[in-house]
Nanobody, 118 residues
Framework: QVQLVESGGGLVQAGGSLRISCAAS????????MNWYRQAPGKQRELVAQ?????IYADSVKGRFTFARDNAKNTGYLQMNSLKAEDTAVYYC??????????????WGQGTQVTVSS
């Protein structure tokens, strides 16, 4: 009933910026929350940003990453500034979505690769 698609990843030099997006589609009544995770090779998936009324960011990205949303497009954005090599990872979005039938679903995207070169 709900699909999430991440996009916007790519290769940037350290100190550069990227904006990645998470677009939700389907029979959406509302998006209750959205989370951003990342996973680097050999590491566990970690929570980067937890989005509800007030965004909460991991200490490692605080002050550099900022969340924004476009409700009309059911899309969330993660603006990533001052990127560091250690930010290199596959970034995933997870959303808790209420669909028009009344059910609440947790959906995951397939990820977008962010690579920061030093």
């Amino acid at each position: 009933q709900v699909q999430l698609v991440e996009s916007g990843g790519g290769l940037v030099q350290a100190g550069g910026s990227l904006r990645i997006s998470c677009a939700a589609s389907g029979s959406i009544f509302s998006i209750n929350s959205m989370n951003w995770y990342r996973q680097a090779p050999g590491k566990q998936r970690e929570l980067v940003a937890q989005i509800s009324r007030t965004p909460i960011y991991a200490d490692s990205v605080k002050g550099r990453f900022t969340f924004a949303r476009d409700n009309a497009k059911n899309t969330g954005y993660l603006q990533m500034n001052s990127l560091k090599a250690e930010d290199t990872a596959v970034y995933y979005c997870n959303a808790v979505v209420r669909v028009t039938s009344g059910a609440t679903l947790s959906a995951w995207g397939q990820g977008t690769q962010v690579t920061v070169s030093s």
